[in-house]
């Protein structure tokens, strides 16, 4: 595996300093310490990290500093965000994604050197996130139209609509930099929140080229953009108690730091998307070209560094020598480059530790009696390790019980789907499965049972989060919350509610506040 090849014109990068962060609608700039970010991806022959550019290393005061600002926009409620009409709100979206939509090259090129996602996937995930705010718009539209109506119930009426919560704390994970980290900041905004961010490690500077649109488009305060360390700048503004909302995507441990941190646990909503360990079943009738071909893509696409990646595969001993077969040759095939290069599969891994830690995973398996099946598995370059098809796992491998997140396949025969459900049940995480099989009397009971186990099954395809309508979340330790577009409008809000008696004198209250639409909150006005 070569590590370099020309790298062409359009995808060269120069770098460059970021020296301001958005505070309170400023873009302010930082003359302190600053943090390099390198790129895994070598633009040398020989090899050697690449320099992007540097990020400021902001402390506890700058981060108190973005605490306050979005406290003071938040205003106890008061603030002109949570106050605002439906349509005003909606209409800083729109100016914002139209100023987004221009930086698309830019985002996507930043995107494949931070983190290691081919070109195609980059731009995906771009297009996506661009449809997914256009999607959210769409549905608080819908959201509005129905609480645009009066309930009446024993003689009360009722104005029942959902209101902000109050601080955001929004952190975002690397892999996906921008679609995730969206899908948490703009439902948070939209319903009136006002929302403090911070980026992950890797993928911090494809931001950049967004923060005019985000300075330009929210009045003052309403999101604050802090760079640093996680350990840093996160900390103060937990134990401070006056965020309301913590929305992360990442692991449990973190999670559960952050929210100890916090003074008044009760008050605190929680939107995490966590760790999985999502299984593939082939079934001895499963039709194995499907199963193979969805299996590889579902372990394998970017790297396997996604939560809903299949980390583990459970293959019925009758088909196992001809899946093993075909897959291996499958997984062999795949081909390494940069993310520019034309139809590849495998790229570098944004993470430096990342191929020494999968190296750990694969030696612990080998002295525990597993295999590798594939010719090409465990082949290390400076910033890869091949994926290797670990064969047959056990339960006591470290590739079994640890979240991979990254190219490795860990494959575990069975001879009774009982076994696989004890497995599933006993595991800490909860979050999707793909079941391969035809038989509608074999599957319909594992259905029944893994629909209590799993949020999430998929029947003879991969694991995945789209199509961002549907439901996204986990039970045990892989969620709390759910994120789509349609609940993570609620996820990010309260239901709240005007009620008055029945009565000449209230009626005509309640029509006047209508007829003059002073109130905000109280209209029945229809957005197009």
Known sequence: MKNFTPIPEQYQVTPFRQDTYLVNGDLRKWKG???????????????APTLLGSVPALGESQALEALHSACEAYNKGKGLWPTMKVKDRIACMLKFVQQMKKQRDEVVKLMMWEIGKSLEDSTKEFDRTVEYIYDTIDAYKALDHESSTFVKRDGVYAHIRRGPLGVVLCLGPYNYPLNETFALIIPALIMGNTVIFKPAKHGVLLFTPLLEAFQSSFPRGVINILYGRGRVVAPPIMQSGRVEVLALIGNSKTANVLQDQHPKKNRLRLVFGLEAKNPAVIL?????????????????????????????????????????????????????????????????LPEVEKPAYIAELIDDALAKGAKIL???????????????????????????????????????????????????????????ISLFGEDAYELSPLIDTLVNLVCRVNLNSLCQRGPDVFPFTGRKDSAVGTLSVHDALRSFSIRTFVASRDNDYNNKIVENLLHTGASNFMNTDYIL
């Open 33 to 47: 310490e600053f943090a390099d970010i390198y790129s895994t991806i070598s633009s040398t022959d020989n090899y």
């Open 284 to 348: 001895p009738d499963a039709n194995l070209e499907l199963a193979v071909d969805e299996c590889v893509k579902g372990a394998l696409s970017f790297n396997g560094q996604r939560c809903t990646a299949l980390k583990i595969i459970y293959v019925h001993e009758k088909v196992k020598d001809k899946f093993l077969e075909m897959f291996t040759k499958r997984v062999d095939a795949l081909k390494y480059g940069n993310p520019w290069d034309d139809k590849v599969m495998l790229t570098p």
């Open 374 to 432: 594939n010719k090409r598995g465990g082949e290390r370059t400076e910033n890869f390790i091949f994926p290797a098809v670990l064969y047959p796992v056990t339960t006591n491998m470290r590739a079994y019980k640890e979240e991979q997140f990254g190219p490795l396949v860990p494959v575990k025969p069975f001879s009774h789907i009982n076994e696989i459900i004890d497995e599933i049940s006993d595991s800490n995480y909860g979050q999707q």
